[in-house]
């Protein structure tokens, strides 16, 4: 990064020709960089134009699709054969209300069908203690499976598989890889799993079988790990198995319910992404606010940036399970702040800064309402409206990205003697 400032020193000068720091990053270049990633869950089947394709092919990473959207599928490919497309499946439930008159749909919601399974496997069909089949409180027609029954996970397994690959699916999104044994049945446990140790080793073994099933097939797995962070290790524990993991509910659960830091908050919300950075797998997070919400969406982002270096992605939602059009694209997505300079750090209480070799991601994590902080940054950057800023003022749960100028690194010959590199 460099600006007219005066004479480049010479040791900057060395360090810059020998590679000691980072050049800045270029739109495609393949090493992981301070740029954002975003994703489409398309899950409602609503109706997609051809323009909506062509665009959300080229600018989303990742985009969900059902399994009967082949069709969309081509097109998504065909405008863009980079981007990666997933097809939903439940990995904990089978749907009745896919069967009519009783028989199977041919493309699925979840990984087996409702009658072929109620009429050749009922024991695969979890119980609680009182006899009575399990079935999701508030989800009608979704019934619950006993994933840590061997033949079932085989079962699953080879029609997943089958489905996605026969159709072209690059990998598949894991819906509902639950933690708690009384999820989506309150205050109710499966007999054969009647406690969260039981219930958790059951869907480690699960996710073992599709790991191994999948890395045959040459599919990718990206798994809804919801609630991970009131699980001690539970991110790790489930994702070691996984090429990428969801959090469903991040940072953000409504525009006047924002997560500050404390230990299953703040923290451990970013850290979830730290620990797929430091082994490259992908990290996508959904925070819920209001349209238009820009307090709800910078703190989300900027938290975000504390602990990525590429491989994140974020899309908001407002409406639980809206799932329909492509969620807002916003200017800062299209910012390259250049590579990471070394992890974040506090510069007052709870309230944390990460430098990039062309701007800097600021985030206050103290409680809502709690007085605001002034940073000063010792430099100027500019702000997402342009502003050139010297210091900024944050209260509790806000955040910012900045962005310096940073023009690719000139060949040695053509480099300005008047020019240096203002490091923050």
């Known amino acids: 990064m460099l600006e007219k400032t005066g004479r480049l020193p010479r040791i900057l000068l060395a360090l810059l020709l020998l590679g000691a720091f980072p050049p800045a990053a270029e739109a495609d270049e393949a090493a992981p960089v301070g740029r954002v990633q975003s994703f489409w869950l398309h899950l409602n089947s609503t109706p997609v134009t051809d323009d909506m394709i062509v665009t959300e092919a080229r600018r989303r990473a990742h985009i969900v699709l059902n399994a009967w959207e082949s069709d969309l599928l081509k097109k998504l490919k065909a405008a863009n054969p980079k981007v990666k497309v997933y097809v939903y499946k439940d990995l904990s439930s089978t749907r009745s209300y896919a069967c009519k008159r009783g028989k199977d749909d041919e493309h699925l919601p979840a990984g087996l069908g409702y009658c072929d399974t109620r009429e050749k496997h009922p024991e695969w069909f979890l119980k609680g203690s009182n006899g009575k089949e399990l079935v999701y409180s508030g989800y009608e027609g979704h019934w619950q499976m006993d994933v840590g029954n061997p033949e079932y996970r085989k079962a699953w397994v080879s029609?997943?598989?089958?489905?996605?690959?026969?159709?072209?699916?690059?990998?598949?999104?894991?819906?509902?890889?639950?933690?708690?044994?009384?999820?989506?049945?309150?205050?109710?446990?499966?007999?054969?799993?009647?406690?969260?140790?039981?219930?958790?080793?059951?869907?480690?073994?699960?996710?073992?079988?599709?790991?191994?099933?999948?890395?045959?097939?040459?599919?990718?797995?990206?798994?809804?790990?919801?609630?991970?962070?009131?699980?001690?290790?539970?991110?790790?524990?489930?994702?070691?198995?996984?090429?990428?993991?969801?959090?469903?509910?991040?940072?953000?659960?409504?525009?006047?319910?924002?997560?500050?830091?404390?230990?299953?908050?703040?923290?451990?919300?970013?850290?979830?992404?730290?620990?797929?950075?430091?082994?490259?797998?992908?990290?996508?997070?959904?925070?819920?606010?209001?349209?238009?919400?820009?307090?709800?969406?910078?703190?989300?982002?900027?938290?975000?940036?504390?602990?990525?270096?590429?491989?994140?992605?974020?899309?908001?939602?407002?409406?639980?399970?809206?799932y329909a059009d492509p969620t807002p694209w916003h200017p800062e997505y299209d910012w390259n702040l250049g590579h990471p300079v070394g992890a974040y750090r506090a510069v007052a209480n709870k309230v944390f800064r990460r430098d990039f070799t062309c701007g800097m991601a600021l985030v206050n994590a103290n409680p809502t309402g709690s007085r605001a902080v002034t940073v000063p940054l010792h430099r100027a950057y500019r702000d997402h409206e342009g502003r050139q800023v010297t210091s900024v003022s944050l209260p509790g749960t806000t955040g910012v990205l900045l962005r310096a100028n940073c023009p690719a690194p000139p060949s040695v010959s053509l480099l300005p003697p008047e020019w240096t590199l203002p490091w923050p």
Request: glycine letters at 10%; charged letters at 20%.
């Open 159 to 322: 029609n997943v598989v089958t489905d996605s690959k026969s159709t072209g699916f690059d990998g598949v999104f894991l819906d509902n890889v639950l933690y708690t044994c009384d999820a989506y049945h309150s205050g109710v446990c499966p007999a054969k799993y009647p406690d969260n140790a039981s219930f958790q080793q059951a869907y480690k073994g699960m996710l073992a079988e599709i790991k191994a099933g999948f890395a045959a097939a040459g599919l990718l797995s990206v798994g809804n790990l919801t609630n991970a962070r009131l699980q001690e290790g539970g991110w790790d524990a489930y994702g070691s198995y996984l090429d990428g993991a969801f959090d469903e509910w991040w940072l953000t659960f409504s525009s006047d319910r924002l997560l500050e830091d404390y230990p299953q908050g703040w923290r451990r919300q970013v850290a979830e992404i730290a620990v797929n950075e430091a082994i490259g797998k992908m990290t996508w997070v959904q925070p819920h606010f209001k349209a238009g919400d820009p307090q709800a969406f910078r703190y989300a982002l900027a938290s975000l940036f504390m602990t990525t270096s590429g491989h994140a992605a974020i899309a908001e939602i407002e409406k639980t399970d809206g």
